[in-house]
């Protein structure tokens, strides 16, 4: 993450300001309002925080103190700190500031990915790093802009689709992503029913299947999760039948973690739970590598004749 170097304090007008980052922020006009009546019973209690970028002081965090003071009679200046960055870095700053006084919203995070990726030519590694984040974040936040048609952004922008869903949305092409946005809206589907829906239609081999999908979500879930599991195959021997259920049960696992590691789960964590899943994590490393290669040597043994 991106040290950050701080300059003086000091009072600029309101006009001196500029709000072009402001693209990268939701505003809700309850917050603003509230805002606006903090600063007509209290004052500006902290200041906000500016770069000068190109000759242009440019607002990085005080959006809603901006706003507010706009209103507020008699208030022209805003009490501002200098933030000593270039253009990426203060970018950046507009996450990692913002993110101390709230949950910043995916889509805004994902306005800055997009930024720093393809406006201002970051690789998606030195993107993460100035924002204290894996790279595979980086590129599932770039997905949501890049991968997610623009009515699924604007519910997400609206707080209509949660980040989780707007995830799972992106596994699918855009037409697909359209319907199932109608079908989860019209049958008000849950986020792990909206996942099971994306995953039946991603199988789905025909036309016919899909509209049923979209056309009954919950009764072909009920019909997918009702098909028969084989117990026991006469095929096999004893060992091998107890051997092929435990594979099942593995697999069946460890697909649920990499749909949680691909789409759903990380963005939901918070910085305290980091070291006591690392051991957890670092032995699953271990371990699959160790199942890994110990299957490839039991798939050539099996190909002998």
């Not at 700190?81 to 950046?92: C, F, M, N, Q």
């Not at 204290?132 to 699924?152: D, F, I, N, Y």
């Not at 239609?201 to 599991?229: S, V």
């Amino acid at each position: 993450m991106a040290r950050y170097q701080w300059g003086a304090t000091e009072s600029l007008a309101l006009e001196e300001i500029d709000l072009g980052f402001r693209r990268y922020r939701l505003q809700p006009k309850e917050a603003e309002e509230a805002m606006l009546r903090s600063l007509r019973r209290y004052g500006q209690l902290s200041p906000v925080v500016v770069c000068e970028v190109e000759g242009r002081w440019m607002l990085l965090d005080g959006f809603k103190r901006h706003a507010a003071a706009r209103q507020a009679p008699g208030m022209h200046t805003l009490w501002t700190r200098r933030l000593e960055a270039d253009a990426s870095t203060a970018k950046a700053a507009i996450y990692t500031l913002n993110a101390l006084s709230r949950p910043v919203q995916a889509l805004e995070e994902a306005w800055i990915v997009h930024a720093l990726v393809r406006e201002d030519g970051l690789s998606q590694p030195a993107a993460a790093e100035l924002l204290g984040r894996h790279k595979s974040w980086v590129c599932r936040r770039l997905a949501l802009l890049e991968k997610l048609t623009p009515e699924a952004r604007e519910d997400l922008g609206l707080g209509l689709v949660s980040p989780t869903a707007a995830r799972q949305l992106t596994r699918l092409p855009a037409g697909n992503q359209v319907d199932v946005l109608a079908t989860a809206r019209r049958e008000n589907l849950t986020a792990e029913e909206l996942r099971g829906v994306v995953d039946l239609l991603l199988i789905a081999g025909t036309q016919e299947k899909q509209r049923f999908i979209l056309d009954k979500p919950r009764q072909a879930l009920r019909e997918n999760q009702a098909l028969p599991a084989r117990s026991w195959d006469p095929r096999m021997s004893p060992a091998g039948n107890h051997i092929s259920r435990r594979l099942a049960k593995l697999l069946e696992l460890l697909g649920g973690m990499q749909s949680w590691l691909r789409y759903g789960g990380r963005g939901v964590l918070e910085l305290r739970d980091r070291e006591p899943l690392r051991p957890g994590f670092q032995r699953l490393l271990e371990e699959t590598r160790g199942v890994a290669e110990l299957s490839e040597d039991f798939l050539r043994e099996l190909h002998l004749p």
